[in-house]
């Protein structure tokens, strides 16, 4: 199994910037995608950005241009930096991993405990 503990997020002006971290440990090797997602209040969990071991990142609409994901393999880590972010950007942000051959946003699972981010002036 994989553990994943994210770090960071907290409360932000509308335009301004947060990062969050999210650190896997355990069964690593099952590890090829890491990905951040969000659930704002009263809404369906959604994809914000996957970052895979190989490969362009992929990132939602919503959030191109502004987000950016990374990860460094060495420290099991994936980041999130959020700039220029808006009130709609408020929700909580969960961490969640892929193994191998993935497919779909259903394949990602072993979520952390999330962190919120919350945008208002």
């Known amino acids: 199994q994989v553990q994943l503990v994210e770090y960071g997020g907290g409360s932000v002006q509308p335009g301004g910037s947060l990062s969050l971290s999210c650190t896997a440990s355990?069964?690593?090797?099952?590890?090829?995608?890491m990905g951040w997602f969000r659930q704002a209040p009263g809404k369906q969990r959604e994809l914000v950005a996957i970052t895979n071991t190989n490969g362009r990142p992929n990132y939602s609409p919503s959030i191109a241009g502004r987000f950016t994901i990374s990860r460094d393999t060495a420290k099991n880590t994936a980041y999130l930096q959020m700039n220029s972010l808006k009130p709609e950007d408020t929700a909580v942000y969960y961490c969640?991993?892929?193994?191998?051959?993935?497919?779909?946003?259903?394949?990602?699972?072993?979520w952390g405990q999330g962190t919120r981010v919350t945008v208002s002036s």
């Open positions: 355990g069964s690593i090797s099952s590890v090829f995608a």
């Open positions: 969640g991993v892929a193994p191998p051959g993935w497919g779909a946003e259903g394949d990602f699972g072993s």
